[in-house]
């Protein structure tokens, strides 16, 4: 096999033990991302249940604006549709993975064993074998570049389907708890102190898992 050949081989080779590595390296971050997320939720869930205390706010006894917030991040964990959204898109991400890495792992298998028979095979061979591995390598760079882009869009897709649904219930519980406002914060915005006696977090992720249950419920 010539100088030319060889560096097309090592070339295929190298590209299906890239995307093998890129796959076991981001197989791992989302198990340590999932698990961090998983842990959050146990978390905030331990001890009593929040309690949903209506808010009596009549005209007589309300003062200037009612405001409450919620931090955002322990809502996102705790969230059921949240949780469902989340595992939906671990499950087609890894559906992807799988179907990429058996790709790739069957172009270097392939690739090495032309590289084994190269030696003996004549020139018409060599050539059209090397033009058939070189077209599944862009075949397969292409596959990677579909599915990455078909997971980005599920991904934007779910982020819009959860603030939609967020914003519609939290519409509704602040009416019936009575609030002016409800604000949401996430660690490190602009946000540096919260009285903690404003924060009804705890509340309004009990009322939106029984708005969500109450929506599968009438599914």
Known sequence: MNNKGSLIVNSILGLAIIILFVLQFSGDTKSNVTAT???EAQEAEKGEPASVVKKHLTDSNRVGLTIGYVNSDTVTANYLFSKQLNADLMAKQSSA??????????LQADAQKFQQ???IMGS???ERTQAELMQRQEELQMLEYELSQKL???GYKANYDYIMATDKYLQKIGKELGYDYIFGYRTGDLVMYANPDF???KQVIELLNNEYR????AD
């Open 117 to 119: 028979g190269a030696p």
């Open 37 to 39: 997320v998983e842990e």
């Open 152 to 154: 980005q869009d599920k």
């Open 214 to 217: 109450a929506d599968k419920m």
């Open 199 to 201: 924060d009804i977090t």
């Open 124 to 126: 018409e061979e060599l």
């Open 97 to 106: 993975e799988n179907k990429l890495r058996k790709e790739a792992e069957k």
